[in-house]
């Protein structure tokens, strides 16, 4: 990951023009090019002299692209977090180690990956800054990754082909996944008592964009969550988490199809408390011998955080 280049306020794109680009105004060809910018600020930014075609300055917004031009656009990027710490991160520990990877435990709160104007602090940000130099070209991955509000065991590749590898093992199940949560009412109304997993199998469909948020529906896509009871509150439980299948969001949306969603999930627990994290931690991973250059299975663990069954501000 080019961490210079994400954290710059500006940045240079660049392209060719194809013949069937042949004629089209500057604004609009850029603007094809550019989903994310309008055409209107597009065109100030070329009348501002950010524009270049076959290295000349050019300010007309309306000038005449020809098939073969090589033009180039000066952008500027949304505001973005460029002044968040990132000393807590950067001294994250290395829970295990081996050939081409590592693991560490992701904070609650924390994005994995930068996206919209969370780009500097993000997981991925400071691993490519500390382990600058360990890592391949384009790196380092992350093969799975946790919502923002989770925390806990995290695997980062430092190789392409080990990335892929793990990507790969991880979607077809191979990869064994442990969470701890503590969700809302006696759950042993609903789960079995004698600590066996029930299977949930709810398909999964999203609901909306911005957030993201997904829902139940037989016209989703197919997903699997083993939940077993640990212990039994009048107002929460704690329980285990396997999830079979990957989908995004499924732990927190089979666990509020149940009737009991993760305490203070901000989208799917109607009850949450404000300013209190999401209870739910990655807390295990097995991987079985050879995914990861490892002659023998291998099983990485992280003590999850006290979770209480009852958070303090519902005490009062």
Not at 44 to 60: C, F, K, L, M
Not at 82 to 96: E, F, I, Q, R, S
Not at 198 to 225: K, N, Q, W, Y
Request: with cysteine; net charge positive; hydrophobic share 40%.
């Amino acid at each position: 990951m080019d961490v210079e280049r994400l954290l710059a306020r500006e940045e240079r794109i660049e392209l060719r023009v194809a013949p069937d680009e042949q004629g089209l105004r500057l604004d609009r060809l850029l603007a094809n090019h550019l989903p994310f910018a309008s055409r209107t600020r597009i065109a100030a930014w070329i009348r501002a002299g950010r524009a270049r075609v076959d290295g000349a300055p050019v300010t007309r917004a309306g000038a005449q692209a020809a098939a073969g031009q090589s033009v180039s656009l000066l952008v500027e990027k949304r505001p973005r977090d460029t002044a968040a710490g990132l000393d807590d991160l950067l001294a994250l520990p290395v829970l295990a180690r081996g050939e081409g990877w590592l693991a560490v435990e992701k904070p609650a709160g924390v994005p994995s990956h930068p996206a919209g104007v969370a780009i500097k602090r993000t997981l991925l940000t400071a691993l490519a800054l500390r382990f600058a130099g360990e890592f391949e070209p384009g790196g380092p991955w992350l093969p799975h990754r946790l919502d923002r509000e989770t925390s806990g065991l995290v695997l980062v590749a430092l190789t392409r082909a080990l990335a892929a590898r793990l990507a790969d093992a991880f979607a077809r199940g191979e990869i064994r996944r442990r969470y701890d949560a503590v969700v809302r009412g006696d759950a042993g109304e609903r789960l079995p008592r004698d600590g066996s997993a029930l299977d949930l199998r709810f398909p999964i469909a999203r609901a909306s964009e911005t957030p993201p948020r997904f829902r139940v529906d037989p016209a989703g896509l197919p997903a699997h969550t083993r939940v077993r009871l640990r212990e039994r509150g009048a107002d929460a439980s704690a329980v285990e988490l396997e999830p079979v299948t990957g989908r995004q969001h499924q732990l927190r949306v089979h666990l509020a199809q149940l009737g009991h969603p993760i305490a203070n999930d901000p989208l799917y627990d109607p009850e949450r408390c404000a300013g209190e994290r999401m209870q739910l931690h990655a807390r295990a991973l097995e991987l079985p011998a050879g995914v990861a250059g490892n002659p023998d299975p291998l099983q990485l663990e992280t003590p999850p955080p006290d979770f209480p069954l009852v958070s303090e501000r519902s005490r009062r």
